[in-house]
């Protein structure tokens, strides 16, 4: 079975899509820690840390910079707008912390899959060289710090 070939992303959106790599890196975490049955309260002070620090920002970004480059009725910019919305009720509201970690390890992963896969390659053929160029300036934004408090995903022997 052939390797599938890594996804070609032009250099203006690298940033976001280093962005969508610590999500994916969140959803893991999140899968470790009920793997290693950590309290759920302290994979929540997580992805609260996260959110706050990470996932708020780059969801404006996008919603400011990335998805006017279709129109507003496209199909694909609905489901996005649809999918931030219900990832940020999730990551605002904790009526049930298990059940919603769950849901936003679920719905992130497919999120972040749908932006790198279906989006982002349509933005990037679709977006004009100023519009690339104004995303590009984005990257110069600090670059991911970890939050080393409380590594719960980590297996200590």
């Known amino acids: 079975m052939a390797k599938p070939t890594p996804l070609k992303r032009h250099p ?5 899509s280093h962005d969508h790599h610590h999500g994916l890196l969140l959803c893991w975490k999140i899968r470790q820690g009920f793997k290693l049955d950590i309290e759920p ?19 404006e970004e996008e919603e400011k910079l ?9 199909p694909m910019i609905k489901q996005a707008m ?5 990832l940020r009720k999730l990551f605002s509201t904790w009526e049930n912390t298990e059940k ?14 749908f932006e790198e896969r ?6 990037q053929e679709k977006a004009t060289s100023s519009q690339l160029e104004i995303i590009a300036a984005q990257g110069d934004r600090e670059k991911f710090v970890e939050n080393g408090d409380d590594p719960f995903w980590i297996i200590v022997s």
């Open 41 to 59: 309260n302290r994979i929540k002070d997580y992805c609260e840390w996260f959110w706050k620090n990470h996932l708020q920002t780059h969801f």
């Open 118 to 123: 279906v989006l982002f390659p349509v933005i």
């Open 100 to 113: 919603n970690l769950g849901q936003i390890e679920e719905e992130l992963e497919k999120h972040i899959r």
């Open 12 to 16: 203006s959106l690298h940033h976001l």
């Open 66 to 74: 990335i998805f006017p480059v279709l129109p507003e009725d496209d």
């Open 82 to 86: 649809s999918e931030h919305k219900r």
